[in-house]
């Protein structure tokens, strides 16, 4: 079989599938989720079978990087079997999670025994009152204690995804950084995407871009720009005289769309072939009408890559581009 068969029609070829397994999540953050969220049925959930096999198929077709995320992955209900499923697959170079950290002090070492190789661990303040604030739940010490649980496990690397929003958690930047300069971690500041409802701050009012975030740093420490690729959307820099990298994810001030190498595969099944389109093919219709045809799975997934967008056009405005929210497309 050839195995780079996932070609957009600009010619760039997909190798990294960022697959849901839950739209659930034990916390409620602000720029993610409202409070009241309504989750889908389990049955319209797809199986920890079924994420296999769409995983299955993408690695088939070329894949070589999975990232899980969720909702929070790590609340989905036996998750370390299709875990060490994937991890056992040769073809693949890398195998992630992005997580809120609140399940990892129980669950890091399982993770790492799995064949997850790194950690992305959302965490966008070190103020206790602050952090309750922003994500609704008063669990900032948990969290902590996950990432130190992480560590032990000895994951090859392990990054803090901070979003940045101006008057909220904007001068934090640099205690955010120098504590993963302590630890050994690297962290990527993330521009606030405009996907789902608007239900606590203007957008528009706590934007912060990528390039203030650098110039804050740089106030204080040395960055030289990095030659890491990751396979996601963060450009990295350096910090001079230690191992921290830090990355940048600018959906706004600086868009990544020429060299987009992934797609979304959604907890219920959908297809996402770009963050800022609503358009999307249903997986699960196709799995649960025919089970076990790899070989159809892995025709319409060749078929829909012929429909990928050039690229997302977010704005900075109160306009909402994308009416689902993160949660529900997948970390």
Not at 275 to 286: F, I, R, S
Request: aromatic share 6%.
């Amino acid at each position: 079989m050839n195995t780079n068969q996932l070609v957009d029609p600009f010619g760039r070829r997909i190798t990294y599938l960022r697959l849901s397994v839950t739209d659930r999540c034990d916390f409620r953050c602000t720029y993610c989720m409202s409070e009241d969220m309504q989750f889908a049925p389990r049955q319209q959930i797809l199986t920890l079978e079924e994420l296999y096999a769409v995983a299955d198929a993408f690695i088939g077709l070329g894949v070589r990087r999975i990232r899980v995320t969720g909702g929070e992955p790590l609340v989905r209900k036996n998750l370390l079997q299709l875990l060490r499923r994937l991890g056992g697959r040769e073809e693949l170079e890398d195998l992630a999670i992005t997580t809120n950290g609140s399940q990892l002090a129980t669950l890091a070492q399982s993770l790492r025994e799995a064949g997850v190789r790194r950690l992305n661990i959302s965490l966008d303040s070190l103020r206790a009152e602050r952090f309750a604030a922003l994500t609704r739940r008063d669990r900032l010490a948990q969290v902590l204690d996950g990432i130190e649980a992480a560590r032990r496990a000895g994951f090859a690397r392990i990054k803090i995804n901070t979003v940045i929003q101006r008057g909220r958690n904007d001068d934090e930047i640099l205690d955010l950084l120098e504590f993963a300069i302590e630890r050994d971690l690297d962290i990527s500041f993330i521009e606030e995407m405009p996907l789902g409802s608007i239900v606590t701050h203007a957008r528009q009012q706590t934007f912060c871009s990528s390039d203030e975030v650098r110039e804050r740093i740089e106030q204080r420490y040395a960055l030289v720009r990095s030659s890491r690729v990751t396979g996601g959307p963060s450009r990295y820099w350096q910090v001079v005289g230690y191992r921290t990298q830090v990355g940048f994810i600018s959906p706004h001030s600086h868009n990544f769309c020429g060299d987009c190498n992934r797609v979304r595969v959604t907890a219920e099944g959908r297809l996402v072939l770009c963050l800022g389109h609503d358009d999307a093919l249903d997986l699960k219709g196709l799995l649960r009408a025919h089970p076990g045809d790899g070989e159809r799975l892995r025709q319409a997934l060749v078929e829909a890559l012929r429909l990928k967008p050039e690229r997302h056009h977010f704005a900075r405005d109160e306009q909402v581009q994308v009416v689902r929210f993160m949660s529900m497309t997948g970390g």
